[in-house]
């Protein structure tokens, strides 16, 4: 199923697709629950959106569906307030039923496929919110990404996803089984089709305040990007605002727009600003140069 995007309420004309140009396809994912996918994804979406590009939204985590329900709250909020918000053009990937595995894998490459197609021939840009867990949904996408952003909170927890650590000494050790997946799919295209995926690791929901933990992940993450080739980009900062701003579908981008009741704070315009950085990090095709609007 997908829906038509909309230019967004400012007036500001969609460029369309560039002749030649394919889209790029983002891929927010890891394999590990509660480290801000979602909210990433969908930041990421409407910020792309708001500098006129047209952004196709793929959710593959088919048990819980957040980014899909984020969406969906965008849509609601819209048309309680007859709101004309950018909304992306979105394909929803149901799971197979079939019993047997080779089947099964096979009917979900199919349908994959098919959505990737599809959003391909309109998009600029494609966001596919990968799901916390290693299925196959999420190694086609690792596999297809031209840029892949894994959001890792501040903790070691969050650090096992990527490799183990030393308990005694902190020092890093060998890669985690996430990481060699998408060393595996970096690999294979680098073979197949002679160019990179781009992997950008974030530090997300960080803490205000410095502390000896936050250091040591710091270092360890700088240690393993060196060793494992992933770019290490600046991220969010723990905020309130990102748990209220899902039930209402909206952004941090979104809270100048008429009809919005969540009062707009210095502490909101910093959060922009840790969005620009992201996208001026991620030196995404088309972008470079542009200036941001917001």
Same mark, same amino acid.
């Given at each position: 199923?997908?829906?038509?995007?909309?230019?967004?309420?400012?007036?500001?004309?969609?460029?369309?697709?560039?002749?030649?140009?394919?889209?790029?396809?983002?891929?927010?994912?890891?394999?590990?629950?509660?480290?801000?996918?979602?909210?990433?994804?969908?930041?990421?979406?409407?910020?792309?959106?708001?500098?006129?590009?047209?952004?196709?939204?793929?959710?593959?985590?088919?048990?819980?569906?957040?980014?899909?329900?984020?969406?969906?709250?965008?849509?609601?909020?819209?048309?309680?307030?007859?709101?004309?918000?950018?909304?992306?053009?979105?394909?929803?990937?149901?799971?197979? $039923?079939? +019993?047997?595995?080779?089947? *099964? !894998?096979?009917?979900?490459?199919? /349908?994959?496929?098919? #959505?990737?197609?599809?959003? =391909?021939?309109?998009?600029?840009?494609?966001?596919?919110?990968?799901?916390?867990?290693?299925?196959?949904?999420?190694?086609?996408?690792?596999?297809?990404?031209?840029?892949?952003?894994?959001?890792?909170?501040?903790?070691?927890?969050?650090?096992?996803?990527?490799?183990?650590?030393?308990?005694?000494?902190?020092? $890093?050790? +060998?890669?985690?089984?996430? *990481? !060699?997946?998408?060393?595996?799919? /970096?690999?294979?295209? #680098?073979?197949?089709?002679? =160019?990179?995926?781009?992997?950008?690791?974030?530090?997300?929901?960080?803490?205000?305040?410095?502390?000896?933990?936050?250091?040591?992940?710091?270092?360890?993450?700088?240690?393993?990007?060196?060793?494992?080739?992933?770019?290490?980009?600046?991220?969010?900062?723990?905020?309130?605002?990102?748990?209220?701003?899902?039930?209402?579908?909206?952004?941090?981008?979104?809270?100048?727009?008429?009809?919005?009741?969540?009062?707009?704070?210095?502490?909101?315009?910093?959060?922009?600003?840790?969005?620009?950085?992201?996208?001026?990090?991620?030196?995404?095709?088309?972008?470079?140069?542009?200036?941001?609007?917001?």
């Amino acid at each position: 199923m997908n829906e038509t995007a909309k230019p967004f309420a400012s007036g500001l004309k969609l460029p369309g697709r560039g002749a030649g140009q394919p889209a790029h396809i983002i891929v927010v994912g890891n394999e590990k629950g509660g480290a801000g996918k979602s909210t990433v994804a969908m930041h990421l979406v409407v910020a792309l959106m708001r500098m006129g590009r047209v952004v196709g939204a793929i959710d593959l985590d088919v048990r819980q569906r957040s980014f899909s329900r984020y969406l969906a709250n965008r849509k609601r909020w819209c048309e309680t307030y007859q709101a004309d918000l950018p909304s992306p053009v979105e394909e929803i990937i149901e799971p197979s $039923v079939e +019993r047997h595995l080779d089947r *099964a !894998e096979a009917e979900e490459g199919e /349908r994959f496929r098919e #959505a990737i197609t599809r959003l =391909k021939g309109q998009c600029d840009f494609i966001v596919i919110d990968a799901p916390g867990s290693d299925t196959h949904y999420s190694r086609l996408a690792h596999a297809a990404a031209d840029t892949i952003i894994t959001p890792v909170n501040d903790s070691f927890i969050d650090f096992d996803l990527l490799a183990e650590i030393d308990p005694d000494t902190f020092q $890093v050790g +060998r890669p985690s089984l996430y *990481a !060699e997946m998408v060393w595996e799919c /970096r690999k294979k295209r #680098a073979q197949r089709e002679k =160019k990179s995926i781009d992997w950008v690791v974030m530090r997300n929901r960080v803490s205000m305040l410095d502390a000896r933990n936050k250091r040591r992940v710091g270092e360890g993450l700088k240690k393993l990007s060196e060793r494992i080739g992933f770019r290490l980009a600046p991220g969010f900062a723990e905020r309130v605002i990102y748990r209220e701003l899902f039930p209402l579908g909206l952004t941090l981008l979104d809270l100048t727009e008429d009809g919005s009741t969540v009062p707009f704070t210095m502490s909101h315009v910093a959060a922009r600003q840790e969005l620009r950085d992201l996208l001026i990090m991620l030196k995404l095709p088309s972008l470079a140069g542009e200036r941001i609007p917001f």
